[in-house]
């Protein structure tokens, strides 16, 4: 499935700059609103549109935003975090009760990362791009049950992963991907939110 619409020639990188803006934006909305922006895919606009009446309906929300600026070619990085401490050992319980203290611990990165690398077309038009995305939330303590409630309580995160790549014409926005929270699975009497969301990408030529 292209990614890429033809683009307005006008909206083009010159190859004077080889820099571009890129705009990483993540949305959500109810998953029966999420049907009808997925099967508008195949039009590269359409999705966008159709998100756009359902945020003047407030039927979705935006969740984040992060644009750059960087060269054709150039890999960069952007990393939004909070460090979240879990225990990794425990010494053992004991009969009367005790024990069950921390011996070690490590640091878990939660927030978002956005990994990429564009190239820009040798017509200034489309920009190829390589990117990873990754959303990391903590969703509390672990609620433990049984003898397990001698041990501190562990944190619980909920990890979304977007690894693609595509050819993305500049001045459209572009549908790149979804993703879904995990389900009901029994971790803490989770409910399921019942809500997709959306990474549409927007490139514009940035002069230096």
């Known amino acids: 499935m292209p990614l890429a619409a033809t683009p307005d020639k006008k909206a083009g990188a ?10 990483y934006s993540f949305y959500s909305c109810p998953r029966k ?3 009808e922006i997925v099967s508008a895919w195949p039009e590269i606009e359409t999705p966008w549109n159709k998100l756009q ?4 309906d407030k039927n979705a929300r935006c969740e984040h935003v992060s644009s750059v600026v960087t060269k054709s070619g150039q890999r960069m990085v952007v990393e939004e975090m909070q460090a979240i ?3 990794t050992s425990y010494s053992p319980v004991l009969a ?3 024990g069950g203290k921390p011996l070690g611990y490590e640091l878990r990165n939660t927030g978002i990362t956005i990994e990429l690398e564009p190239v820009i077309s040798p017509d200034g038009l489309t920009v190829d791009i390589n990117h990873i995305t990754q959303i990391v939330t903590p969703r509390g303590p672990l609620e433990f049950t ?3 409630t001698h041990f501190p309580s562990a944190p619980v ?6 690894t693609t790549s595509g050819e993305f014409a500049i001045g459209k926005q572009v549908l790149v991907g979804t993703c879904n929270p995990p389900p009901a699975n029994g971790v803490n009497n989770r409910a399921n939110d019942d809500r997709t ?3 549409f990408v927007h490139i514009q030529p940035n002069a230096p």
């Open 53 to 56: 009446a359902l945020l003047r």
């Open 197 to 199: 969301w959306f990474l």
């Open 157 to 162: 995160v909920e990890t979304r992963r977007m």
């Open 33 to 35: 609103d999420a049907l």
């Open 85 to 87: 401490p879990f225990a």
């Open 14 to 23: 010159t190859p004077e700059s080889s820099q571009v803006c890129i705009e």
């Open 96 to 98: 009367d009760g005790s």
């Open 146 to 148: 049984g003898s397990a």
